[in-house]
């Protein structure tokens, strides 16, 4: 290839601030779970539901600072591929999961376009698969706009879905003001075996709500001073999401029975009725942009990992091209659409929840595994972020075990 056509070709845009990489991280994780999948995770662990959500912050951190220092060593898109076939020397497993990574956001997505169907339905009455595809449809268009102009709506709807979780907290604190008090209650029972089959079943469903974090690495060539930027984007997003999600959850297992969180449609807007005796309709609002951004966010990342792998030479070549004027993969965005519609329309929640978690459980493994690698060969030297060799073998055992727990439960 000569300069000029080098020179030519488009190529991604670096305009994401911190604060913007942030709440795009905050979109893709909040919208991606507590919205959605909050009552089933009621339905699994009971009381016990904040400890889920816990020990699914706990593995999260782990692999968050893996991912923090891997983000610095290696800022490309379809970070993940590059992280295994890096440490492991090996293309072929980091193509497995850097299509593994694609297959998790498509499902996510598709889970998450459910979720939003059920809360759009409070206001429109009209098939669910065709308020799916709707919803996959207009978050396609988002996605291949821009990814300035996709982030920052991102932003919009992130704020707005903050909102609608601390609405919820205060409320919840405001009928019962002791309900914090009453926080460790949650640890009862804890020494029973019968407790924890229960618990590692909300724990799946917990982990699916932090997935999010590793979605900030895969825009890595989108971000301004990444070295800097990436690292302090994972920690705020992980801290942030779990005070708010261990806060939401104890207010909704307190406020509502467990067998009718379990059977909402719209988990949130039920617990907004209850704590506020307010019409649920403003919270299932809120809940729309939130789960209507998770898709946004969800499809912009598939689209950036299926760019990444196609300009690594892993998936054709065409994949890989940006559009002149969008200055976004168009036919990458216009694939994840295609797919992410597939999953949508044949597989239920649930389903789609617990199959992302146990992939993403698979690709932490081994990027946590990747990072040791490199650490015990002495690839120890870059500028950026560096964790004690004990973090990426903790997050490895941690997703395995995690991952064996859920398949024996």
């Known amino acids: ?57 706990t593995v999260m951190a782990l692999s968050a600072a893996s991912f923090a ?59 669910e698969w065709v308020l799916v595809v709707a919803v996959i449809l207009l978050t396609g268009l988002v996605a291949a706009w821009g990814i300035s102009e996709a982030v920052w ?12 979780l601390l609405v919820v907290i205060v409320a919840g604190i405001g009928r019962d003001p002791g309900i914090i008090a009453r926080a460790p209650e949650a640890f009862i029972g804890l ?38 930027t990436l690292p302090l984007a994972i920690a705020i997003t992980l801290v942030v999401s779990t005070v708010l999600y261990s806060l939401v959850v104890w207010v909704a297992i307190n406020a509502v029975p467990r067998a009718e969180l379990a059977t909402s449609t719209a988990p949130l807007s039920l617990v907004f009725q209850v704590t506020t005796g307010a019409s649920p309709a403003l919270i299932s609002l809120i809940a729309i942009f939130a789960t209507i951004n998770g898709v946004v966010v969800q499809t912009l990342m598939a689209a950036r990992v299926i760019y990444g792998m196609a300009h690594q030479g892993t998936l054709p070549a065409g994949l890989g091209q940006v559009h002149a004027t969008t200055r976004t993969p168009l036919l990458a965005t216009a694939v994840a659409v295609g797919l992410t519609l597939v999953s ?16 993403m459980l698979v ?13 015990r060969n002495g690839q120890a030297r870059h500028d950026g972020i560096t964790v004690p060799v004990i973090v990426p073998a903790a997050g490895a055992v941690s997703c395995v075990a995690l991952l064996v727990a859920d398949l024996i439960r």
């Open 363 to 375: 690709v932490f493994a081994l990027v946590n595994a990747a990072l040791w690698v490199m650490k």
């Open 1 to 57: 290839m000569t300069d000029t056509t080098a020179h030519a070709a488009p190529a991604l845009k670096r305009s994401l601030s911190l604060t913007m990489l942030v709440l795009y991280g905050l979109g893709v994780t909040i919208g991606a779970g507590i919205y959605v999948l909050i009552g089933a995770a009621a339905a699994r662990a009971g009381p016990h539901a904040p400890i889920a959500f816990l020990i699914a912050a």
């Open 191 to 228: 020494g029973t075996a019968a407790a924890w089959p229960g618990i590692f079943g909300a724990t799946m469903l917990a982990f699916f709500a932090f997935i999010g974090f590793e979605a900030m690495v895969n825009v890595a060539e989108e971000v301004e001073e990444p070295n800097r």
């Open 69 to 127: 220092e891997l983000a610095t060593r290696h800022p490309v898109s379809a970070g993940e591929a590059v992280y295994v076939e890096k440490g492991f020397g090996s293309p072929r497993l980091g193509m497995a999961v850097g299509l593994l990574v694609i297959a998790a956001a498509l499902i996510s997505s598709a889970a998450i376009a459910q979720g939003a169907a059920g809360y759009i339905g409070v206001f429109v009455k009209a098939p």
């Open 153 to 164: 709506l991102a932003a919009i709807m992130t704020v707005i879905e903050i909102g609608g």
């Open 344 to 359: 949508a329309l044949a597989l239920p929640i649930e389903r789609l929840a617990d199959m992302t978690t146990q992939a």
